[in-house]
Structure formats: C-alpha cells, structure tokens
C-alpha cells in the first residue's frame, strides 16, 4: 500500500507537471522567434531619446543626426523656441554635436531668474 501511495503522489505531481508543462507549451508556441527579439534589441541600441518641456519621446531613426537637424525637425512637433539650449546627456553642446545611441538630447530654455536688489547706501 504504501508503495501504492507513492505511486499516486508520483502520478499527482506528473500530472502537475504536464499541466504546468502544457501551460508553457502553449504560452510558447504564441512567442516570435528570436530574430524580433534581435530586431528589437537592434533597435533600442540606436534609440535617442528627445525631450523638451512635457514633450518626451524616443525615436530609433535619430542616431547619427546633429543636434542642429533634430532641432530643425522636431521645432514645430516639440515647440522648441531657436534659442533653447541644447544637453545631451546632461552636458551643454554645440549644434554640430552628432547623436549615438542611447544619447539622450534635451531642449531648456531658462524662464525668468529673479535678480538681486542693488542698494547703494552713501554716508
């Protein structure tokens, strides 16, 4: 009998197992093959992210553009002012800059700074 049990427990489990097997056989039998999940690694190894303001977006097709061509581009979609500063990656940059993969360009312009009150005081 209890050679009977285990034989049970062994069935049980099995069965567990195929449902579980049967599970990630259907689940994998939906999936791409690998050459999406090389397409896709491709693409996000070239992406340059852009932002200016509430505007933030990634593009795949900007690698290799300057920073003076993406301006040009994207004034009117991302209403970059022509006298916003331009940082990639944190760093202040010319226009000539050319963009690699995984850069990521952004657009400020300082809004109004409050000055200092000057008082001169003369005895």
Same mark, same amino acid.
């Given at each position: 009998m209890a050679q009977d049990?285990?034989?049970?427990? %062994?069935? %049980?489990?099995?069965?567990? /197992?195929? +449902? @579980?097997?049967? =599970?990630?056989?259907?689940? #994998? *039998? %939906? &999936? @791409?093959?690998? &050459?999406?999940?090389? #397409? /896709? *690694? *491709?693409?996000? @190894? %070239?992406q340059v992210h852009v932002i200016h303001g509430a505007n933030s977006q990634t593009f795949d097709n900007l690698a290799g553009s300057s920073v003076s061509e993406i301006r040009e581009t994207l004034t009117e979609v991302f209403n970059i002012p022509p006298d916003a500063q331009a940082l990639v990656n944190g760093d202040?940059?010319? +226009?000539?800059?050319? =963009? /690699?993969?995984?850069?990521? =360009? +952004?657009?400020? /312009?300082?809004a109004g700074v409050k000055g200092y009150k000057l008082i001169i005081i003369f005895d």
């Open positions: 049990s285990k034989k049970d427990q %062994g069935q %049980g489990q099995g069965q567990a /197992k195929n +449902e @579980a097997g049967g =599970l990630g056989q259907d689940a #994998d *039998a %939906g &999936t @791409a093959p690998d &050459t999406d999940t090389d #397409d /896709k *690694a *491709a693409s996000a @190894a %070239g202040n940059i010319g +226009e000539r800059y050319t =963009l /690699k993969p995984q850069d990521t =360009l +952004e657009f400020i /312009k300082q």
